[in-house]
């Protein structure tokens, strides 16, 4: 069964950094998403993006963060300046339809992303 | 403000038995919800789909119930087994996202 895969599986970086995760999703599918789960918390949602930009976006995803589907099978997240509070793990999703009614959101395994 | 309510306390069950996770909802008026496991360290994965005009939804040892008066959808397992030992989340969509519960940890036992 296809699925999204990410890399890196854990990614370590400094206070200040930028950071790039990254995503491939699932190839026939055209709506993408990145969520994150902060340790203990809940599964939040970040951004949904379509046809080459951003749908939608929570009040989490502020300027320090991007998104890009640089070539037909990736699609990145950046960071621009992390903070402490950036720790979590950031999952990437993909789906077949719009606002998944007809079809659900399939999740890679995450990027463990630690800002000492 | 928009609010999903699951029970954070882990739900203990025998194995066999059936397990019945709750997800209440307030000032959201989804036209689906999904339901999802949760892998410690894993993404979570779909496991079913219930529309606001399906009452109930089954797909083997799965049933999932959508009561939009009571504003809850019931998650149901039966037969237990201890390797349906995970965390379960409840997503109700907003818009055209989906927002997540934070989530019921089953143990089933042997």
């Known amino acids: 069964e296809p699925e999204v895969t990410q890399t890196p599986s854990h990614q370590v970086t400094q206070m200040g950094q930028e950071v790039i995760l990254r995503c491939v999703p699932i190839?026939?599918?055209?709506?993408f998403y990145w969520y994150r789960q902060i340790l203990g918390q809940k599964v939040e949602f970040l951004v949904s993006f379509y046809n080459n930009e951003i749908s939608e976006k929570s009040e989490i995803f502020d300027d320090q963060f991007s998104v890009e589907r640089p070539d037909g099978s990736n699609f990145t997240l950046k960071i621009r300046s992390t903070k402490l509070e950036d720790s979590a793990m950031y999952f990437c999703?993909?789906?077949?339809?719009?606002?998944?009614?007809?079809?659900?959101?399939?999740f890679g395994n995450g990027t463990r992303l630690t800002v000492t | 403000s928009q609010k999903i309510e699951q029970n954070s306390e882990a739900l203990n069950i025998q194995e066999g038995k059936t397990a019945t996770l709750t997800c209440n909802y307030t000032n959201y008026s989804p036209a689906y919800l999904q339901w999802y496991r949760q892998d410690p360290g894993r993404g979570p994965v779909f496991l079913l789909l219930i529309r606001e005009n399906e009452k109930e939804k089954r797909k083997e040892r799965l049933k999932v119930t959508f009561d939009t008066t009571l504003k809850q959808s019931l998650f149901h397992i039966t037969a237990s087994q201890p390797a349906d030992s995970a965390t379960y989340l409840c997503a109700p969509n907003a818009g055209n996202m989906l927002t997540f519960g934070g989530g019921t940890r089953l143990m089933v036992k042997p």
């Open positions: 999703a993909s789906s077949l339809d719009r606002g998944s009614y007809n079809s659900p959101l399939h």
């Open positions: 190839s026939n599918h055209l709506y």
